[in-house]
């Protein structure tokens, strides 16, 4: 219905309700379930809602709003703030035999959208859709089908005017090296570029439009940037156990770009503060780590692979002095009480399906199960997960091994988590700090260290040995000239 007409709605629906149309009275004041029929039209196929009626025996007849400019505005500005996705409507006041009424045009949500819900409620009590004149409640097939079963899952959806010019071709060779590892021989290495992104649904046959997991998975970043402006990953060294002002902006870092791309950015920049001889699989991932670096390795992979991009906040890592947490946006569609059994819902299929090929992720939805075996057989603290529906986020919170010490010794820390934290900042800033080769005498006034003799034997040594750093003129230990650089990993080949 492009264009209002009242006569026209009246004609066709007779004054009574029906899966199209909806009648309030609202003469003061908005209806308290006006928001639950904006979501149940958004959910179906749209309708409009017309303001300032009461049902006399059983036809609708106008009455009229008292002040309408007032209660339109009222409506258009917490439209916005109400619901998970802002519903797309037109509002405006026109008039029904001399009185003042208000019609709501609710547009269908876009499928990559639904369900749209009262942000305060949640999708299960605050999602709705339209049987006949009425606002159901969405059930959980309904919501299970908006996010799964529906040909247009959130990263299947085609992004208009993209096409191959978007593509960054060194995140194709990337996925070329990384599938061959996994798999010898797979067909899709034998596939030009076009033919490989057709083979993972990731461009329209039709058009040779991108879908979301296109470009996500393969974009240029300013590509990225300009579809997904919310979209990054904010790594948060915080000093204290406590979010607060205590922040380390040289240890901290937002990445942007593609998920081939940025996993691999984020992991490297993370394991700086767990610093470990560095030894790798054959995707560049480290064998013989410990049981509390899998499972954030693992974390990660879940929130690149099953968040919300349309979401409008960012991811964060926030590394914290007894634990680390990952806040993803876009809530978990797996009960937390149940991952500990095999199986996923998966958000983004598309998205999953490269991840499954090369590597990183299990197929059957057992990487987390794994990780969590592996830290109760090990004796690490479990992590906790925080699955917030209301407001479609999903926090996992991995704490350090020392803090049973932390725990057990009361509120005060032990010298021995005290020195490990300090340790854990000085690495990562060694790290950070030598991205460009710096000097022995440039590192140590950057840390503010003063004795030569026991930073070398302490902290650089252990780092070179480690495979951390390295000499940038290694035939020659004690040149002048000498340098040091951070270890470049790239995580496609062996270390």
């Not at 339209?130 to 159901?136: H, L, N, P, S």
Request: net charge positive.
């Amino acid at each position: 219905m492009e264009k209002f007409n009242i006569d026209e709605i009246l004609k066709i629906w007779g004054g009574r309700e029906s899966w199209k149309v909806e009648y309030k009275e609202s003469r003061e004041k908005l209806s308290r379930d006006i928001w639950e029929t904006v979501s149940s039209f958004a959910n179906t196929e749209g309708g409009v809602i017309l303001l300032g009626y009461k049902k006399v025996k059983n036809k609708y007849i106008p009455v009229g709003v008292k002040n309408p400019s007032q209660i339109l505005d009222d409506f258009t500005s917490n439209l916005s703030q109400k619901f998970n996705f802002c519903p797309v409507v037109q509002a405006f006041i026109i008039q029904d035999q001399g009185k003042d009424v208000i019609v709501i045009e609710v547009k269908e949500a876009m499928p990559y959208q639904k369900p749209i819900y009262i942000k305060d409620a949640g999708p299960l009590k605050g999602g709705f859709k339209r049987v006949g004149a009425t606002d159901i409640r969405l059930s959980d097939e309904d919501i299970h089908r908006f996010y799964i079963e529906r040909s247009g899952a959130p990263d299947a959806q085609i992004l208009k005017g993209t096409g191959l010019k978007d593509i960054d071709i060194s995140s194709l060779d990337v996925f070329r090296r990384l599938r061959e590892l996994h798999e010898p021989g797979a067909s899709e290495l034998h596939y030009n570029d076009e033919e490989l992104l057709r083979a993972y649904n990731l461009i329209s046959p039709g058009t040779g439009e991108l879908t979301c997991a296109g470009v996500l998975l393969f974009g240029k970043e300013k590509v990225v940037r300009r579809y997904f402006p919310a979209f990054r990953v904010d790594v948060i060294r915080i000093k204290g156990i406590k979010w607060g002002k205590e922040q380390d902006p040289f240890l901290s870092r937002d990445f942007y770009g593609n998920l081939l791309n940025i996993r691999p950015l984020i992991l490297d920049f993370i394991e700086r503060f767990f610093a470990i001889p560095f030894r790798a699989d054959k995707r560049g991932d480290r064998i013989n780590d410990s049981p509390d670096l899998k499972m954030m390795r693992e974390t990660l992979t879940n929130l690149l692979m099953h968040q919300n991009y349309f979401h409008t906040s960012p991811s964060q890592v926030r590394i914290y002095n007894n634990r680390i947490e990952f806040y993803n946006p876009g809530h978990s569609l797996k009960d937390p009480a149940k991952f500990s059994m095999p199986g996923s819902a998966l958000r983004n299929p598309l998205i999953a399906s490269v991840f499954y090929d090369i590597g990183w992720a299990e197929t059957k939805g057992t990487g987390l199960k794994t990780a969590l075996e592996e830290l109760e057989r090990e004796g690490y603290p479990q992590p906790e997960f925080i699955n917030d529906v209301a407001y479609d986020t999903f926090t996992v919170i991995i704490p350090y091994p020392s803090d049973i010490v932390t725990k057990s010794t009361g509120d005060q820390v032990s010298d021995q988590v005290s020195d490990h934290v300090g340790m854990m900042d000085v690495v990562a800033k060694i790290l950070a700090y030598c991205e460009t080769p710096k000097s022995l005498k440039e590192i140590m006034e950057f840390l503010g260290f003063r004795h030569k003799t026991y930073f070398r034997r302490k902290i650089l040594g252990p780092l070179i040995k480690a495979g951390l750093i390295e000499r940038t003129i290694p035939d020659k230990p004690r040149s002048r000239f000498q340098k040091y650089v951070t270890v470049k990993k790239t995580r496609w080949n062996g270390g």
